[in-house]
């Protein structure tokens, strides 16, 4: 089993602050909806299914507070009402990845069909804890099969002459951006497992690093062989190395195959064109929003110039250097290649609607 990322202990959540990686492993208790929006705001946790599971775990607290039925006055649309507001408030805490507002989506739905089927206040409350919790369950499920269809479509169709694959991913995508074996690094574990991997090439992922401190930490945790280089290193690795397969994750895949992932995969996609290696985006379904037709329309988060102005509290740039750092680009549908590996099977991004209306 990977790191774990979440912790669910006596009923206390707790996350494994990546703020602190690679060089100290401390967790942090997530006691209410506020801890889980400054954790998710402040990236202690990111990546686009472990922030979706944090926001409705942190909700799943506040609903285990004593006063909770007299707080509501045992009304379930006070409770209903609540849950919803709650939910506005945590998907303002990142704004590109679309799985925590599709959860909460589901969520509110869920609690409407308990509420039509007249379950008393005390069990609609423990019924919503229970979907809470439950979607780490479904999101280990979920990691397991992309991992599976991905490594079953990376031996059929890349190089079959070949029975040792080198893959580069970008950014992290493992156990700590889920609850489980990760998105594109779990197919890259299924890749280990089944004894298929050459090695593991991961960028840097600059300006936050989510490469060098998390992915390289998942990487030798888990003794996989791997190798770390530096973004401005990509077209050099593919000219001079032999890269079979790209996968790498995404925060939000629209109807036409569109899709946001870390900034740098857009550029990774054009050189992996012009060096002809498929590139696979891995994508659980909560990471598709079909409520947006093409790519110009995702919202992507801009951070501050402080990212890039230094590395920890060495300043690596001039103070007063105007800088833009947008966290997330667009790779168009066409650049995807291999496909997009989902729990339901792996894709073509022009079907992707057709094949999973979602
Ligand atoms: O800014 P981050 O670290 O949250 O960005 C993470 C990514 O871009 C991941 O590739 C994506 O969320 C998929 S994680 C399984």
Redesign the pocket.
């Given at each position: 089993m990977a790191t774990e990322s979440i912790i669910v202990k006596d009923d206390q959540i707790f996350i494994l602050n990546q703020l602190l990686l690679p060089t100290k492993v401390s967790y942090d208790r997530i006691n209410g909806v506020n801890d889980a929006w400054n954790a998710i705001h402040q990236?202690k946790i990111?990546?686009?299914?472990a922030?979706a599971i944090i926001g409705l775990l942190g909700v799943s607290t506040e609903l285990s507070k004593p006063d909770v039925e007299a707080q509501f006055d045992q009304q379930s649309d006070r409770l209903y009402e609540f849950i919803k507001q709650k939910a506005e408030y945590l998907c303002t805490s990142?704004t590109t990845?679309v799985n925590i507002r599709k959860e909460f989506n589901e969520l509110l739905n869920f609690i409407q069909q308990q509420r039509q089927n007249n379950v008393s206040f005390a069990l609609l409350i423990d019924s919503i804890r229970k979907y809470c919790h439950g979607i780490m369950e479904k999101d280990r499920m979920v990691n397991k099969k992309m991992a599976e269809y991905g490594c079953e479509h990376i031996r059929k169709n890349c190089h079959e002459s070949k029975c040792r694959f080198n893959i580069l991913t970008h950014?992290?995508?493992g156990s700590l951006?889920?609850a489980g074996y990760?998105?594109?690094l779990g197919v890259i574990r299924e890749l280990h497992s089944n004894g298929l991997l050459e090695q593991a090439y991961c960028t840097e992922t600059r300006p936050?690093n989510?490469g060098s401190r998390l992915t390289a930490w998942e990487l030798l945790t888990d003794n996989i062989p791997s190798t770390l280089i530096c973004d401005n290193m990509v077209a050099w690795l593919m000219a001079s190395k032999t890269i079979d397969a790209i996968v790498?994750?995404?925060?939000r895949v629209v109807a036409n195959g569109d899709t946001a992932?870390?900034i740098g995969t857009y550029q990774m996609a054009i050189l992996a064109k012009h060096f002809s290696i498929p590139f696979y985006v891995a994508s659980p379904l909560s990471t598709i929003d079909p409520t947006i037709d093409d790519g110009t329309k995702i919202p992507i988060e801009e951070r501050s110039d402080l990212e890039m102005k230094s590395i920890g509290s060495i300043q690596i740039a001039p103070a007063d250097m105007k800088c833009w750092n947008p966290?997330?680009d667009i790779t168009p549908a066409k650049l995807i290649t291999g496909g997009i590996i989902t729990e339901r099977g792996v894709i073509n991004p022009d079907q992707l609607i057709q094949s999973y209306p979602v």
């Open positions: 990236m990111r990546g686009a299914p922030i990142r990845a950014c992290n995508t951006a889920t990760g998105t594109a936050y989510q790498v994750g995404a925060d992932n870390k966290a997330f």
